[in-house]
C-alpha cells in the first residue's frame, strides 16, 4: 500500500473528530477558530523539533526531497490529528484521564507508522510522543478556559497573532511544495528547510505581530490595511534582495493577490 494511503487515513480520523466536535458544539465559526490556534502552536512546536533539530522524518513518498517529504507529512499530522483532536479537548474539557489515554494512542499511531515505514526516528524516541502530546493536549485545556474567562485581554492577543502567524505562513508552505516560490537565505544547505526556517521563524512571525499591532493598537479602522502595504514592501526587498524566489511563471502579482486574501479572511 502506497505511503500516502496512512496518512490520508489521519485526514479521515481528523474530519471525523472535527465534525463530531462541530455538531455537539454547533458554534462552528468559534471553532473553526480554535482549531487554527491548535494547528499553529502544534506547527510552532514541530517546527523546533523537526525542521530546526531534525527529530524525526515522515515518508508520505510524494516527493523525492526528504524535506519536502517532511513538509507535507507535518502538514498532515498535525492538522488533521493533532488538531482536531485538540479541539475537542478543549470544547468539552476531558478530563487528564482522557488526555493520558489519547496520548497512549499517539504512541501507538507512531509505533504503526514506524512499523510501517512511513516514519522513523532520527533522535527522537515514542516516549517522547507520549510527553509531548500530555503537556500539549493540557495546554490547550487550560487556554481554552483562560480565553473563554474573559478577565484579561492578553491571552485573546496571543491566541490571534497564533492565528495571524499561520495565515501567513500557510500559502508559503503550500507555494513551496507546488515548487513556485522558495526564501532562499543560505542558513542550511536544502531550499525546502532553509525557506521553512526564515519563513516560519523569522519573516511571517514578524509580520504577524505588525498584524496585530495594526488590529488592537490604532483607533482607527483604516490601520487595518497598513499590514498589506508592510507586506508587500517586504516582499519586494526580499524579491530585490534575491530572498524571495520565484518558479515556474509565478508573479509577485499573484503573491499580492494570496496576501490580500490572507488579510481578508483574518479580518
Known amino acids: 500500500m502506497p505511503n500516502i494511503y496512512w496518512y490520508y487515513g489521519l485526514i479521515v480520523i481528523g474530519a471525523v473528530i472535527t465534525v463530531y466536535t462541530m455538531y455537539k458544539k454547533r458554534n462552528v465559526f468559534d471553532l473553526f477558530s480554535y482549531f487554527v490556534f491548535a494547528t499553529a502552536w502544534s506547527w510552532i512546536g514541530e517546527a523546533v523539533v523537526l525542521f530546526a533539530l531534525n527529530a524525526y522524518a515522515y515518508k508520505p513518498g510524494l516527493y523525492s526531497d526528504p524535506f519536502a517529504e517532511n513538509i507535507i507529512g507535518h502538514i498532515i499530522a498535525t492538522t488533521g490529528l493533532w488538531s482536531s483532536t485538540a479541539i475537542s479537548v478543549m470544547v468539552f474539557q476531558l478530563s487528564y484521564r482522557w488526555i493520558g489515554l489519547i496520548s497512549i494512542v499517539f504512541m501507538l499511531v507512531e509505533v504503526l507508522f514506524l512499523k510501517e515505514g512511513v516514519y522513523t526516528h532520527h533522535w527522537w524516541h515514542t516516549y517522547m510522543t507520549g510527553i509531548v502530546t500530555f503537556i500539549y493536549m493540557m495546554t490547550m485545556k487550560k487556554w481554552y478556559s483562560i480565553v473563554n474567562g474573559k478577565r484579561h485581554k492578553s491571552p485573546r492577543i496571543i491566541t490571534f497573532w497564533t492565528i495571524s502567524w499561520i495565515i501567513l505562513q500557510t500559502p508559503s508552505s503550500v507555494l513551496m511544495l507546488f515548487g513556485k516560490q522558495f526564501f532562499h537565505v543560505n542558513w542550511v544547505e536544502n531550499i525546502y528547510r532553509d525557506s521553512t526556517l526564515f519563513s516560519g521563524f523569522l519573516y511571517h512571525v514578524c509580520m504577524a505581530v505588525i498584524v496585530i499591532f495594526c488590529i488592537y493598537i490604532p483607533k482607527k479602522k483604516y490601520w487595518n490595511v497598513v499590514p498589506f502595504f508592510i507586506l508587500l514592501l517586504g516582499d519586494v ?14 508573479k509577485l502579482s499573484y503573491l499580492i493577490c494570496i496576501r490580500a486574501a490572507s488579510l481578508l479572511f483574518l479580518y
Open 237 to 250: 526587498i526580499l524579491l530585490n534582495m534575491k530572498i524571495l524566489v520565484f518558479h515556474d511563471d509565478w
